[in-house]
């Protein structure tokens, strides 16, 4: 904890909110909302999935990242939150009472202007939250997204926002900090755990188990790849899956990008974690 607030403060820009911003780390609210939260490791599927949730009908998302339970500065003019108007942000803000209060406040006032439809929040660093989100937002469902963390490596090192891609003992150990988590959780019906290589692979399977966990069925625009790829994200390079079928095309991509002393120093820290999942150690490796 302390090492979080030390975090905290060094993205200040507003240091007049900062016993505010503390004491909304400490919320008291227990909010009913029934949203979907998606979470995993950086670069393990989280926006792919994110996509396939919100073309069904009765959910919708925002493009983007919240961020909310991570130790920053929640009252920065810089973070556009839900991509509201600073003006409509400032009457949540007046009103909410501390962070799950805002959050659920941003999120109904949005689902109003959806329709009525069930929130989709995707941010893949929220895994190490899961306590906070399961006592604080009791209806709502987890989905973690898991992918072998040596392809998350590959796809990482040419993401900027990922900044554990410069090293891949620094990634391994986020890696496995952040799959270690949902272990804790097994036996919670309100996570479900999804892998990413089933999910492209046989998505006519995983779908509809994924949307019978949040207790809808799979509608036909879920498996649609051009309506999926539809996100201004695919504009980038980082996302330009989006703008493909959903296919299997970059799993197990370590074994041809990544050297045998990269697979070996990525598997001497995350061995046990990766077996556990049942992926497999040592494959084809160019030196």
């Known amino acids: 904890m302390i090492d979080q607030l030390v975090n905290l ?38 926006t792919l999935l994110q ?20 130790y920053q500065n929640i009252f920065s003019p810089r973070r556009k939150h839900f991509g509201l108007p600073n003006k409509k942000l400032k009457q949540l803000f007046n009103n909410s009472v501390d962070i799950v209060d805002f959050f659920a406040r941003g999120v109904t006032l949005l689902s109003q202007e959806n329709g009525g439809k069930r929130f989709v929040e995707k941010t893949p660093q929220h895994i190490l939250h899961l306590p906070f989100i ?36 620094v990634f391994a150990k986020y890696w496995r900090k952040c799959v270690r988590v949902p272990l804790n959780y097994q036996d919670n019906k309100k996570l479900l755990t999804v892998k990413y290589e089933e999910l ?12 019978n966990f949040i207790s809808l069925e799979a509608e036909e625009v879920q498996f649609d790849p051009t309506f999926i790829g539809n996100d201004n994200r695919a504009n980038s390079n980082v996302f330009r899956r989006l703008r493909e079928p959903v296919n299997p095309g970059s799993v197990n991509r370590w ?15 995350a061995a046990e974690e990766l077996m556990f999942y049942g992926y497999a150690l040592k494959g084809t490796s160019r030196e």
């Open 200 to 211: 492209v692979s046989k998505p006519w399977l995983e779908i509809p188990r994924v949307m």
């Open 255 to 269: 074994t041809s990008e990544l050297t045998g002393f990269e697979i070996e120093q990525f598997e001497k820290i």
């Open 51 to 70: 996509r396939i949730l919100s073309t069904h009908s009765q959910l919708f998302s925002i493009q983007g990242e919240t961020g909310f339970f991570s």
């Open 9 to 46: 403060l060094k993205t200040y820009d507003s240091p007049q909110s900062l016993v505010r911003n503390i004491s909304w780390r400490f919320p008291v609210t227990i909010s009913d909302i029934n949203t979907v939260f998606v979470v995993g490791c950086p670069r393990s599927g989280t």
């Open 134 to 169: 399961f006592k604080h937002f009791p209806n709502s469902s987890v989905i973690h997204i898991l992918r072998d963390g040596r392809d998350c490596y590959c796809s990482s090192k040419s993401h900027p926002n990922v900044p554990q891609n410069k090293n891949i003992k």
